[in-house]
């Protein structure tokens, strides 16, 4: 091919080699026709390789677009798209989803879930975890964004959809609002008692109407005996499902104590409203008349004998006068304790526990004459305890009531009335050697004829055994 024949003008020193190389073109460069490449799309230009024994210079012919602007441009910007999530956050995502919709969250406390667990899925906190600790990342998301928006949500509840432990939900809720520096409210039992009194089918659609009952009835009942547990300390340190369980049973029979209500057990009630029971809810229930027992005692209209099993007819008087029925209770607990107490001997603990009102009447004095009355106290132990006879101290049920002050109380927290007990002290045991041995003891370590024939048979079987074997 002559340099006539060229689409361009090739300057030929010594020996030049025209190279056509195509850029930006849809098809080879080889497979278009050379009469529709015009002049205008080919340029030239001198590539310049390392000297040679040859000299050899070659032109190659770029094919420029010039539309286009021709700076650099890097491979990775090219073809950057979209990242994509991982196959584990998008499941997370699902699973936050499907426990919002479990719970009929409003929409705007499922996208804030949403945006939490997106934020955590990314912390390197969560980063290398196992794939449970995320599914529980993703409960915790959406108990967090429930109580930012007041929806009353227990970990509990949460704990039960994702079949976890509730210590390690609880574990991973703390960490997680620690790393994302949310503030979430806390819930008590009263903020949660609506919606759990929801659960229970005993409307009159559901049940007979002899034993149907209003939900808002029996919201606002149950409520009122859960605060009332409250003050007696029955709450503390519970877990809250036994307590609202036994507390909707004896509001539901307290509503319309008939025979066929008070009959029923609280396994029957749970069949008949449709909820599983809970194990300690009946514990809980003999507590909560234990406690409506010594309030409604102090009931001065009420002249019949009663007892812990006919006092849920008395929960609508107890509820309505607690106040002063707690203060009487107190009272007349605080009297009882002074007439058990020989005369001159008051027991010093029975007057640290004194009622609301003697605390209240302590509270208007000046600080010098509440001072002075410190020490008269102080005093006044000092004799006592020095005054106790040997007796008293030897007797461990006195050593159990001095310790155990929740008993002495009408009523006091859960693990001081229900306190364990400390194991005794077994005293050390000194060996010397020189013990005398007893004869028994002795005769029990010598065998006697017939073990000592059965020994002796023994032995020669596993003598002939090994002869035979070897």
């Keep these: ?55 050899l210079t070659a032109s190659v012919a770029v094919v420029v677009n010039p539309g286009l602007d021709r700076s650099d441009i890097s491979y990775s910007r090219t073809t950057a798209v979209t990242r994509k999530p991982c196959v584990n956050l998008i499941q997370g995502l699902e699973r936050v989803k499907e426990i919002s919709r479990i719970l009929r969250v409003r929409r705007e406390i499922e996208e804030l879930a949403l945006t939490y667990y997106k934020q955590a899925y990314e912390h390197e906190t969560f980063l290398h975890v196992t794939l449970q600790r995320k599914e529980i990342l993703g409960g915790c998301c959406v108990l967090a964004s429930c109580r930012q928006q007041r929806w009353p949500i227990t970990v509990g509840t949460i704990s039960c959809l994702l079949n976890g432990d509730p210590a390690a939900v609880g574990e991973v809720y703390q960490e ?132 812990p099993d006919n006092v849920v007819s008395l929960v609508g008087d107890v509820l309505q006068h607690r106040f002063s029925l707690l203060r009487r209770a107190l009272k007349s607990h605080e009297l009882s304790l002074l007439e058990k107490c020989p005369a001159g001997q008051v027991n010093p603990s029975s007057a640290e526990t004194s009622s609301s009102s003697d605390v209240s009447e302590d509270a208007g004095q000046t600080p010098v004459k509440s001072s002075v009355n410190a020490e008269k106290e102080k005093q006044g132990r000092d004799g006592d305890e020095s005054l106790k006879s040997p007796s008293e101290e030897s007797n461990p049920q006195t050593q159990e009531l001095t310790q155990n002050w929740g008993k002495r109380v009408l009523f006091a927290p859960p693990c001081v009335v229900n306190a364990k007990r400390k194991r005794a002290e077994r005293p050390p045991l000194h060996v010397t050697g020189d013990e005398e041995i007893s004869d028994s003891e002795i005769e029990s370590y010598i065998r006697t004829p017939q073990e000592a024939r059965d020994f002796a048979m023994m032995q020669e079987k596993l003598f002939t055994s090994n002869n035979e074997s070897s």
């Design 176 to 307: 997680m609002i620690k790393v994302l520096n949310i503030q979430a409210p806390t819930f008590s039992v009263t903020d949660v008692m609506e919606a759990h009194c929801q659960e229970y089918k005993v409307s009159p659609g559901h049940v007979p109407e002899e034993l149907a009952e209003d939900s808002k009835g029996l919201t606002k009942r149950a409520i009122a005996l859960v605060e009332l547990a409250a003050d007696s300390w029955i709450v503390t340190g519970r877990q809250p499902l036994p307590i609202m369980m036994a507390a909707v049973y004896l509001a539901w029979q307290s509503l319309k104590p008939n025979a066929q209500r008070l009959k029923m057990s609280l396994e029957k009630f749970c069949k008949l409203a449709k909820v599983q029971k809970s194990k300690t809810a009946g514990t809980r229930i003999t507590e909560m008349k234990g406690m409506l027992y010594k309030l409604g005692k102090e009931i001065p209209w009420y002249k019949e004998v009663l007892t």
């Design 1 to 55: 091919m002559s340099a006539s024949s060229l689409p361009f003008p090739v300057i030929v020193p010594m020996l030049r080699v025209p190279i056509l190389k195509p850029m930006f073109l849809p098809f080879p460069f080889s497979l278009w026709p050379r009469t529709l490449l015009p002049p205008l799309f080919l340029r030239p230009t001198v590539v310049k390789f390392p000297p040679t024994p040859c000299r």
